[in-house]
């Protein structure tokens, strides 16, 4: 059986970025058996969505008390390091 993670997706705008980094994280993750519930949100917004998240993960920088797991990243921008991250997804979700 699949895990079931909530994961809260941020960037500048909660638009475009944190869209291409959502879809790119629960396609990679669903290979791997880990089914995620994503929200995306503005970086300004992130504090007040934290309610039953598992992990967020920004392409700008967040505040680091949050109280959850926080992944920062360009990778999916860039392509560069893009499975190390994958990889470091996927261990925090099974953590």
């Known amino acids: 059986m699949a895990l079931q993670k909530n994961v ?3 960037c500048g705008t909660g638009i475009a970025t944190s869209t291409l980094v959502s879809h790119a994280v629960t396609e990679a993750m ?7 519930n994503s929200t995306q949100c503005k970086a300004t917004e992130v504090r007040s969505m934290l309610n039953g ?10 505040p680091t008390d949050l109280g959850v797991p926080v992944i920062t990243t360009l990778a999916f921008l860039t392509g560069v390091g893009k499975a190390d991250v994958l990889d470091k997804i996927e261990a925090t979700l099974r953590g």
Not at 30 to 36: A, F, L, Q, S
Not at 53 to 62: A, H, I, K, N, Y
Request: without cysteine.
């Open 8 to 10: 809260l997706f941020a």
């Open 30 to 36: 669903k290979e791997r058996g880990i089914n995620i």
């Open 53 to 62: 998240v598992d992990l967020v993960v920004s392409t700008t920088q967040l």
